[in-house]
Nanobody
Framework: QVQLVESGGGLVQAGGSLRLSCAAS????????MGWFRQAPGKEREFVAT???????YYADSVKGRFTISRDNAKNMVYLQMNSLKPEDTAVYYC????????????????????WGQGTQVTVSS
């Protein structure tokens, strides 16, 4: 099993930067694919980014070029560096772990993730 604890959310002005962290526990962490999702009020939860155990990363079109996902297996940590933030990035951000192996495009779907963090609020003001 994997337990996830998120941190780093907060209030930031448009154009600013923020880094989210996800601390993971469990022996399966190093082999798990990790992902970030977000959910804004009145909208469905959407995919943001994922990183495979190999380090390969995949991003949603809406954040590509602005966000960077990374992991440090030695520290059991996953990060989401968010730059050039926009008001439409405002949402609750969740980290998730997928224990199975899927096609790259499958990691855009929240159904493939087995464990989820509690979420952290990110608010981008104008």
């Amino acid at each position: 099993q994997v337990q996830l604890v998120e941190s780093g959310g907060g209030l930031v002005q448009a154009g600013g930067s923020l880094r989210l962290s996800c601390a993971a526990s469990g022996r399966t962490f190093s082999s798990a694919a990790m992902g970030w999702f977000r959910q804004a009020p009145g909208k469905e939860r959407e995919f943001v980014a994922t990183i495979r155990s190999s380090g390969s990363a995949y991003y949603a079109d809406s954040v590509k070029g602005r966000f960077t996902i990374s992991r440090d297996n030695a520290k059991n940590m996953v990060y989401l560096q968010m730059n050039s933030l926009k008001p439409e990035d405002t949402a609750v951000y969740y980290c998730a772990a997928a224990l199975g192996t899927y096609s790259s495009r499958s990691y855009q779907r929240d159904q493939v993730y087995d464990y989820w963090g509690q979420g952290t609020q990110v608010t981008v003001s104008s």
